[in-house]
């Protein structure tokens, strides 16, 4: 999948911006607090109806706006007729999505047409965070390449939620619990299935791309805690762990308690490797999975990657071999830098290139023919049909996304 035109509206400091005739490598840059982030972010936004930044809707909408709104044209590998997207959130946290003209009920529906992977300082927490952070990374994977882990993984979700409040209960009633510990045995047991699955095909994929990127690191390990003892099913672990759920009201054992565990030479890579080695790690983690959707995902291509400030922390060799990567698996990317020089020299010949240079939140010419970069008011002829009304957002539905366009 990849991007061909963007345009975003009062997302911090960009007020107004348009991009289009996108390429297959995308250089924003800028110097800091320019807007070069918020592009990253307006393009995380149409894929996840959120930003990967902190601080909720009311900071990702500019001041004195009552709502941010991206749109986007997707097109997949197979080329054919783009899919028109469009993504608003009102200050309030109300999201109204549409996809190809039709109302989106689920961030799923959405992250399903659009599969991004985001590389930025935050990216350190998949080696150095708490396994919460691994698990989604694990998640990710599965559900863009296996159809079945979704409506498993929700069936999970309302199993334990059902189980813990059965636990937290004064008075509890052994078959109504007995019930829910059934079904959540079942579902943590395919679940776990699916992420088996997927992490084999990932390890190989990961020491592969790295034994490219760090050779030296070349006894880097990946392996994977399913969240109880690997010897026993799942329904043995929860009967052995009973006591504990009753006295303590949760449950201890299953898929929510899964991990990845980094090592190298035995050691965890987290204390063990620079800075620099982390985000090689990192980097290679996030490129396998990118190369297995692609490879597994069903045909609906790769994913677009989201790359902020690269150079950070990697010399300009590693550098090199990181965009070598992206360009060998034939990725979309779009990646931000203070100066075009950080980057505009790291890929290979003939790779695709633009570049765009941000300024105070405006766009300016970085190219001779830079002069196609559109910046009208009115916006492309494309979006006409696809513009969100500027009445009140509807409030979302409890425990659901609903969307009006």
Not at 182 to 193: H, K, M, S
Not at 198 to 208: D, I, K, M, T, V
Not at 274 to 287: E, P
Request: net charge neutral; aromatic share 6%.
């Amino acid at each position: 999948m990849a991007i061909s035109q963007l345009q975003i509206h009062h997302i911090r400091n960009l007020q107004q911006l348009y991009l289009q005739e996108l390429s297959q490598i995308n250089i924003i840059y800028g110097a800091n607090g320019s807007g070069k982030t918020s592009v990253l972010e307006a393009i995380h936004m149409l894929g996840m109806a959120r930003s990967f930044r902190s601080g909720g809707s009311r900071a990702i909408v500019s001041h004195g706006q009552p709502r941010c709104t991206v749109f986007g044209v997707a097109r997949s590998a197979a080329g054919g007729r783009g899919i028109p997207m469009a993504v608003q959130r009102a200050v309030g946290g109300e999201v109204e999505i549409k996809v190809a003209g039709q109302q989106v009920r689920s961030v799923a529906e959405l992250a399903e047409r659009l599969p991004l992977q985001v590389m930025n300082a935050d990216s350190f927490g998949l080696l150095l965070g708490p396994p919460g952070l691994r698990r989604q990374f694990l998640n990710w994977g599965v559900f863009h390449v296996e159809h079945r882990f979704y409506p498993e993984w929700l069936r999970f979700q309302r199993c334990i939620k059902q189980r813990n409040k059965l636990l937290r209960r004064d008075k509890l009633g052994d078959g109504e619990l007995a019930v829910w510990t059934r079904d959540l045995a079942v579902a943590g047991e395919r679940i776990n299935a699916f992420r088996l699955d997927y992490f084999s095909a990932l390890a190989p994929r990961f020491r592969e791309i790295m034994a490219r990127l760090a050779p030296e690191l070349e006894a880097l390990e990946l392996r994977f805690r399913p969240g109880w003892d690997r010897t026993l099913s799942y329904s043995e672990a929860l009967d052995g762990s009973s006591r504990a759920d009753r006295d303590q009201g949760y449950t201890h054992v299953g898929p929510q308690r899964a991990d990845i565990r980094v090592t190298i030479g035995g050691y965890s890579a987290a204390e063990t490797l620079s800075r620099g080695q982390q985000k090689l790690l990192v980097c290679g983690l996030k490129l396998a999975q990118g190369e297995l959707m692609s490879e597994l995902g069903g045909g609906h291509g790769g994913c677009v990657y989201l790359i902020d400030d690269l150079p950070s922390e990697l010399d300009q060799p590693h550098c090199r071999l990181v965009c070598g990567e992206l360009v060998r698996m034939k990725a979309q990317v779009f990646l931000s830098c203070v100066r075009r020089e950080d980057l505009e020299g790291m890929w290979p010949t003939a790779t695709a290139l633009k570049l765009f240079h941000v300024e105070h939140g405006s766009l300016l010419p970085a190219i001779e023919d830079a002069a196609s970069q559109n910046n009208d008011e009115e916006g492309p002829p494309w979006m006409a049909a696809y513009l969100i009304k500027q009445g009140p957002v509807k409030t979302l539905l409890p425990g659901a996304v609903t969307h009006e366009i």
